[in-house]
């Protein structure tokens, strides 16, 4: 294992142990509309509960819960962190999401801009086992959903 991977693994862990934004926010508590998306990957095991407030065309807030495996849990907090330091608007978002996808799908081929993915960037190796790809594109998946629901 070389430098890069042994950093993105301790990533990964650490986000897995210690989830950011976990706990769902009070969907009447803040300005704006909020979606709610539940998604499971029945292959694994996970499950995650995303919520998104809207406020505008801004994505004001993210907020999930979950359980499963180190990859799915690291991954919707990787998300979440990412969503709040950007505050994103609607149209990035899903830019960001599609970014996300190809990156995942591409076996091992396309590599996630740390600039642009923050610490969600350590899941590009994920790509390499197609078998795992589907645990860490399960929050993505919830967040392009609850935002279209909000
Ligand atoms: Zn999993």
């Known amino acids: 294992m070389n430098e890069l991977d042994a950093l993105y693994r301790e990533l990964i862990l650490d986000h897995s142990k210690h989830p950011q934004h976990f706990g769902l926010a009070d969907e009447d508590a803040e300005p704006g509309h909020s979606g ?27 907020t999930w819960e979950g359980r499963g ?3 799915s849990q690291a991954s919707a907090s990787m998300l979440a962190d990412l969503v709040a330091e950007e505050g994103l608007s609607r149209a990035e978002a899903v830019t960001l999401i599609e970014g996300f996808r190809e ?6 081929k ?6 642009v993915y923050g610490d969600a ?11 795992r790809v589907k645990c860490a594109m399960l929050a993505w998946v919830a967040l392009e959903d609850a935002i279209a629901k909000a």
């Open 110 to 115: 396309l590599e996630l801009d740390e600039e």
């Open 103 to 108: 990156a995942l799908r591409s076996r091992g």
């Open 121 to 131: 960037a350590a899941l590009s190796g994920v790509s390499k086992f197609s078998a």
């Open 69 to 71: 495996c180190s990859i």
């Open 36 to 62: 709610t998306s539940h998604q499971k990957n029945p292959v694994c095991g996970d499950e995650i509960t995303l919520r998104a407030r809207v406020d505008g065309e801004t994505i004001a807030d993210v």
